[in-house]
C-alpha cells in the first residue's frame, strides 16, 4: 500500500498524459512546451475564471498584466492596440450577461462604455439600462478580433457589434419565456443603428418536425433564470473581406455576420436584411460534402481566416464534441435535446463553398479523448501558418505547426475561488508585442520538457 500511495503522489504528469487523463490532481502549469524558432511569438490574452479578469502573458508565461475590472460570462476579452482591453464586467447572475461592455486604457481607467440594448425592469429593484452582452463582440476593423497584418481594430472610433439577449414569448417555438440572441451594431456613441433577432427566422433555421417538438417541449430551460436558451449562440463575428465576395459569391459579403448556435450545430451566416444567406448543419447529413466532414457537435469560434493570415478565407472552427442538437429522442438523449453526441474534440480547416476539409487537429485512435473540451474553447490562425488552440475545459492553451507539431503550450495556473476550482479559459488570442507600447519586448527562453516517465515531485525531507 505504501508503495502505490508513494506511486501516486510522486509522479508529475506532462501535459499529453495530463490531457488523457484529466482527472490527476498533480499536474505543471504555465508554460510547458516553448521553441522560440518555430513559434508565432506575442502577448497572450485570455480570460480567468470567476470574477479573475482579463490577463496577459508573455510566451514564458510570465504575467505581465491583469485588469481585474474586465471580468465576468465567457467574455471575450482582447487587447487593442496601444495596451487598451475591451471586454464585459460586472456579471448579472444568474444570467450568463454582462451588464456593461467596456474599454479600458492601460491604467484601468473606462475610455469607452455601452449599456443601452435594454432598460430591464427586475422586481425589487430600478430599472437599468443593460447591454446584456454574452459571448462576444466587434469591434470595426478587425472582423474576427484577432491580429492580422490587414485588419487592426478601431480603438477611439467606429462601430462595435454586440451579441446580447433579449427576453421574448414566441407560442410557435415554445410556450416557455425564451432568452434568445440578439444581435446589434452600435456607433461610438452608442446609437443602435442595425439589430436581429434570432427568434424571428425559425422558418430559416432547417429544423426537423422532431427537432421543432424537442424545442417545444425541451428549449434548453434555466429555472433560475426564468427563460430557456433555445439556440445559445456563442460567437458572432464579421464575414470580413475575402476571395470568395471577390469572385462574386454575395453570401460572403464583408459586412455579413458569422454566428454560431451551440444547442443547435448550427453555423450561419446572414446578410443585413436578416435572411440565412449561408448555412452548416443542424444536421450534417443533408448534403454529401458536410456528411463526409461529419457532425460537428457544440462548436465554438466559427469564424471566415481575414485576409493577411495563411487560409485566408477559410473557415476555421473549434468542434467541441460533447452532447448538442435538437431531434428525435433516444436512449442517451430521452427528452430529444443533444441527441448527436462525440467524446472528443477536433480544430477545422474547411473551404465554405465546397465544404472541403482543408486542415484538421484532433487525436487519432483510442487517444482521442485527450483532445477534449465539451464546451468553451477556440482557435486562432497566426502570421506564420501555426495555429493557436484553447482547450477552454482543461485551462490549456497551445500552438500547432501546420504538421501538427506542438511548439508552445501553456496550461492555466488561475483557478475560480468557487467550489468548482475551475480553471477554464474561455477563448485566448495572441497579438503582436508592439500593440502594448507600455512593456519592453520580454527576452525569450526556450522551455524544453523532460520525457514523461522522468517527471518527478520531489519527496519532502
Known amino acids: 500500500m505504501k508503495k502505490l500511495f508513494l506511486v501516486t503522489v510522486v509522479i508529475l504528469l506532462a501535459p499529453s498524459l495530463l490531457h488523457t487523463y484529466p482527472s490527476v490532481s498533480v499536474f505543471p502549469t504555465g508554460t510547458t512546451v516553448f521553441h522560440p524558432d518555430k513559434t508565432w511569438s506575442g502577448y497572450t490574452v485570455f480570460d480567468t475564471p470567476g470574477e479573475g479578469g482579463t490577463a496577459v502573458i508573455d510566451m514564458n508565461g510570465n504575467l505581465v498584466k491583469r485588469w481585474t475590472e474586465v471580468a465576468g460570462v465567457p467574455g471575450p476579452f482582447r487587447v487593442l492596440p496601444g495596451g487598451y482591453v475591451l471586454g464585459g464586467t460586472n456579471r448579472r447572475r444568474p444570467h450568463q450577461e454582462v451588464p456593461e461592455l467596456i474599454q479600458v486604457n492601460w491604467d484601468g481607467e473606462i475610455v469607452w462604455k455601452f449599456d443601452h440594448t435594454e432598460l430591464v425592469e427586475e422586481e425589487g429593484k430600478e430599472p437599468r439600462w443593460m447591454a446584456r452582452q454574452h459571448h462576444d463582440w466587434q469591434r470595426e476593423g478587425s472582423p474576427v478580433g484577432y491580429y492580422s497584418p490587414e485588419a487592426e481594430p478601431l480603438v477611439d472610433r467606429g462601430r462595435t457589434l454586440i451579441l446580447a439577449h433579449r427576453n421574448v414569448l414566441k407560442p410557435e417555438i415554445t410556450d416557455k419565456l425564451l432568452e434568445d440572441d440578439y444581435i446589434v451594431e452600435v456607433t ?3 446609437e443602435i443603428v442595425w439589430d436581429w433577432l434570432a427568434s424571428d427566422h425559425l422558418d430559416d433555421f432547417g429544423f426537423s418536425g422532431e ?3 424537442a424545442i417545444y417541449r425541451h428549449p434548453n430551460w434555466n429555472k433560475n433564470r426564468g427563460s430557456a436558451d433555445w439556440l445559445h449562440i456563442n460567437a458572432m463575428s464579421y464575414v470580413g473581406p475575402n476571395r470568395w465576395f471577390d469572385e462574386g459569391d454575395e453570401r460572403f459579403h464583408p459586412d455579413h455576420i458569422m454566428w454560431s448556435s451551440r444547442e443547435t450545430n448550427i453555423i450561419g451566416i446572414i446578410d443585413r436584411k436578416g435572411a440565412i444567406v449561408w448555412k452548416m448543419g443542424p444536421d450534417y447529413r443533408d448534403i454529401p460534402a458536410l456528411a463526409e466532414l461529419g457532425q460537428i457537435v457544440g462548436q465554438h469560434d466559427p469564424h471566415i481566416i481575414p485576409k493577411g493570415l495563411p487560409g485566408a478565407g477559410n473557415l476555421l ?3 467541441n464534441g460533447g452532447a448538442a442538437g435538437y431531434g ?5 438523449a430521452p427528452t430529444g435535446r443533444g441527441t448527436a453526441r462525440r467524446a472528443y474534440s477536433r480544430v477545422l ?3 465554405p463553398v465546397t465544404f472541403e476539409k482543408v486542415w484538421e487537429y484532433a487525436v487519432a485512435g483510442q487517444e482521442q479523448i485527450s483532445f477534449f473540451s465539451q464546451y468553451v474553447s477556440s482557435a486562432q490562425r497566426l502570421l506564420n501558418g501555426n495555429t493557436m488552440i484553447t482547450e477552454g475545459a482543461l485551462g490549456r492553451i497551445f500552438e500547432v505547426t ?3 507539431e506542438i511548439v508552445w503550450e501553456y496550461i492555466n495556473p488561475y483557478y475560480a475561488t ?5 480553471n477554464r479559459i474561455f477563448r485566448a488570442h495572441r497579438v503582436p508585442y508592439d500593440w502594448v507600447p507600455q512593456l519592453e519586448r520580454p527576452a525569450e527562453a526556450a522551455v524544453i520538457p523532460p520525457p514523461n516517465e522522468e517527471f518527478r515531485v520531489i519527496p519532502s525531507r
Request: net charge negative; no cysteine.
Open 418 to 422: 468557487d467550489p468548482n476550482r475551475t
Open 349 to 351: 480547416e474547411i473551404n
Open 188 to 190: 461610438w456613441d452608442g
Open 211 to 213: 427537432a421543432r417538438n
Open 328 to 332: 428525435a429522442p433516444n436512449p442517451t
Open 402 to 404: 501546420a504538421e501538427k
Open 317 to 319: 472552427v473549434f468542434d
